[in-house]
């Protein structure tokens, strides 16, 4: 129960974040946006990889005060997030004043509907959700697979899998700049995949730690290509930000 109403709260602040972005940035700076807030992610989940089974013995062998000390670091962030964050009033002016003009009658559920019955969205939704699973997935059960399938300690585990996020922060700096200065998606989401994909393949397969991990560190910094791509995307469908 705990763990999914933490995946609920994940998935509303990271619709909320792609909303920010839609109404703060302008078309030509939301790919650099994204690829911030990608990096943020991406550096948080490096360091704590990296200090998870440190924590955990310092805190006397105990993943409870380990918790215990991420929540208080969370309501802290949320904390400075209700502080310091502004509504964009200028933009919802100027959709007021669309609405009017238009004589559409807009509100949070019509605008919902609205969302909802559109290819576009669906589509997007369902290729970041898919890309999410996957990449979730893998963060979750590599410390595993490292431990019981190819013999690591969970120390030497637990720095591989921080290495390897390290290396995805690199991916996504690159994957936005690609995206920024080419100006297209598809075009960097597509064959960053289908290397990476054989890259995750022959990791699983192959001997050596050395082999194994090189073919993890090039999966992890050719995957994390996509998130800046496909994020940028969901802030560039139709209509997700009125021209001010």
């Not at 310092?58 to 969370?74: H, K």
């Not at 559409?104 to 699973?133: E, K, P």
Request: aromatic share 8%; proline share 4%.
């Amino acid at each position: 129960l705990s763990r999914a109403v933490t995946g609920a709260g994940h998935g509303i602040s990271g619709s909320c974040t792609h909303s920010v972005i839609a109404a703060w940035f302008p078309p030509r700076e939301k790919s650099a946006a994204v690829t911030v807030n990608s990096l943020g992610i991406v550096a948080v989940t490096t360091l704590v990889y990296t200090c998870a089974v440190p924590l955990y013995h310092a805190f006397g062998d105990s993943w409870r005060r380990v918790m215990l000390l991420t929540l208080g670091v969370l309501a802290a962030a949320d904390a400075l997030w209700i502080l310091l964050y502004r509504d964009n009033h200028a933009l919802n002016a100027h959709i007021a004043r669309e609405n009017a003009r238009s004589g559409r009658v807009v509100n949070a559920f019509s605008g919902m509907r609205q969302a909802v019955s559109r290819r576009d969205v669906w589509l997007v939704c369902l290729f970041m959700g898919l890309g999410n699973i996957a990449s979730n997935g893998i963060n979750t059960y590599l410390p595993q697979f490292l431990q019981t399938v190819r013999g690591y300690s969970d120390t030497a585990a637990s720095a591989v899998v921080g290495v390897t996020a390290g290396i995805g922060a690199v991916g996504t700096f690159l994957g936005g700049a690609a995206t920024t200065f080419l100006g297209r998606r598809k075009g960097v989401i597509v064959p960053c995949m289908a290397v990476s994909t054989v890259c995750l393949a022959l990791s699983l397969v192959c001997p050596g730690a050395m082999l194994i991990s090189g073919f993890f560190f090039a999966y992890t910094l050719l995957t994390n290509f996509r998130p800046p791509a496909s994020q940028t995307i969901a802030t560039e469908l139709p209509d997700s930000t009125p021209s001010l």
